[in-house]
C-alpha cells in the first residue's frame, strides 16, 4: 500500500504553485536546484532524438518538458491522475498532451506511434508498471522511488520494460541525508509515530544497499552522483538567498563529494544503471 495517490491527487494544485515560476525566476535558489537536478538527470540519461522515453511519476511534467527538447513524443505516468492533469492544464498547455488509458491507448501504425501528441500519459504504478516489456530505451524517475516500500521487485518490473541496450536513470533519497529528514522520518516510522493519513510515507536507502539492490536487480550501474549536502541542511540553506550562492555552494559541494565520510552524507544520489 501507498498512500502517495491520495496525497498528489489533493495537492496538485500546490505542487503546480511551488514550481510555476522555475524558469522565470532562475535567480530564485530553490528552482535553481530543481532545474540542476533535473538537468542532471538529463544528462546522465543522454537521450538521443527517436528514443522511446518514458518517466515513471512524472508529476506534474517539469521533467517531461525538458526531455521533450530532446525526444518526441514522450511518456508519462504517474499513480495520480490529478498530477497528469496538471500536465496538461499547466506545464505543457502549450503542447499536445493525451492522457491514454493505458499503452494500448497510444494510436500506433507498422512504423511505431502514429499520433501528433508530444506527449502520451497514464495512471500506472511505478511499483508494477503495465506498460509493454522491453520496449524504452530510457526510463526516467525523479523523487519517485523515496514512495516505494519494495524497492526489489519495483526495479526488477522497472527493468522488464526496457529494451536492450537501454538505462534506467532515476533519483533515490540517502537514509544518511544531511539534511536528517530521512533519519528521523525513519525513527519515526519505525516507532510508529508516522500517520499515513495525514504524510506521505517515505522509504530511503544507503549506497551500499542501493547498489546491491541494482545488482540483484540485473542492473550494472554506469553513473553515480550525488548531489545536495550543505544546501539541504536547515542550518545552511536560510543563508543561500541568491543564485550565485546557490552556485557557490553547489561548487563546494562537488569538491565534497570526493571526500570520504562526507560523501556520505549527501542527500540525494542520481543513477544512470543498464540491465545487464
Ligand atoms: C515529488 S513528485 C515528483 C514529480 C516529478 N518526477 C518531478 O520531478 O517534478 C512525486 C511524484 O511521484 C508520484 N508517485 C508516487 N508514488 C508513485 C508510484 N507508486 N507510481 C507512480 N507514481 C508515483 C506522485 O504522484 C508524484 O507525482
Do not use: H
Not at 17 to 29: C, L, M, Q, V, Y
Not at 150 to 165: E, F, H, I, K, T
Not at 229 to 253: G, K, V, W
Amino acid at each position: 500500500m501507498s498512500n502517495a495517490r491520495e496525497y498528489y491527487d489533493r495537492t496538485s494544485e500546490g505542487y503546480v504553485s511551488k514550481w510555476r515560476e522555475i524558469d522565470r525566476k532562475p535567480e530564485n535558489p530553490a528552482f535553481y536546484f530543481r532545474r540542476r537536478l533535473i538537468e542532471g538527470l538529463l544528462d546522465l540519461a543522454a537521450i538521443r532524438e527517436g528514443e522511446r522515453v518514458v518517466e515513471m511519476g512524472c508529476g506534474t511534467g517539469l521533467v517531461l518538458k525538458e526531455a521533450l527538447k530532446r525526444t518526441r513524443p514522450v511518456f508519462g505516468t504517474d499513480i495520480s491522475i490529478e498530477m497528469l492533469r496538471r500536465v496538461q492544464d499547466s506545464v505543457l498547455a502549450d503542447r499536445r498532451v493525451e492522457i491514454v488509458s493505458g499503452f494500448s491507448g497510444v494510436p500506433r501504425g507498422p512504423a511505431g506511434i502514429r499520433g501528433g501528441a508530444d506527449a502520451y500519459l497514464m495512471v500506472d504504478d511505478i511499483r508494477n508498471p503495465s506498460l509493454p516489456a522491453g520496449l524504452f530505451d530510457v526510463v526516467l524517475s525523479l523523487e519517485v522511488l523515496r514512495y516505494v516500500e519494495s524497492l526489489d521487485s519495483c526495479l526488477a518490473r522497472v527493468r522488464s520494460v526496457l529494451a536492450p541496450g537501454s538505462r534506467f536513470v532515476f533519483s533515490a533519497t540517502n537514509l544518511w541525508s544531511a539534511s536528517l529528514f530521512p533519519l528521523r522520518f525513519s525513527l519515526r516510522r519505525r516507532l510508529g509515530l508516522v500517520k499515513p493519513d495525514r504524510e506521505l510515507l517515505q522509504y530511503f536507502v544507503t549506497e551500499g544497499s542501493l547498489r546491491s539492490r541494482l545488482r540483484r536487480a540485473g542492473f550494472e550501474v554506469t553513473g553515480f552522483r550525488r548531489a545536495r549536502l550543505a544546501s539541504i541542511n536547515p542550518l545552511f540553506s536560510p543563508l543561500i538567498r541568491t543564485s550565485a550562492a546557490a552556485r557557490r555552494i553547489e561548487t563546494a559541494e562537488d569538491a565534497l563529494s570526493r571526500v570520504p565520510i562526507v560523501r556520505g552524507l549527501f542527500d540525494t544520489f542520481l543513477v544512470a544503471a543498464r540491465p545487464c
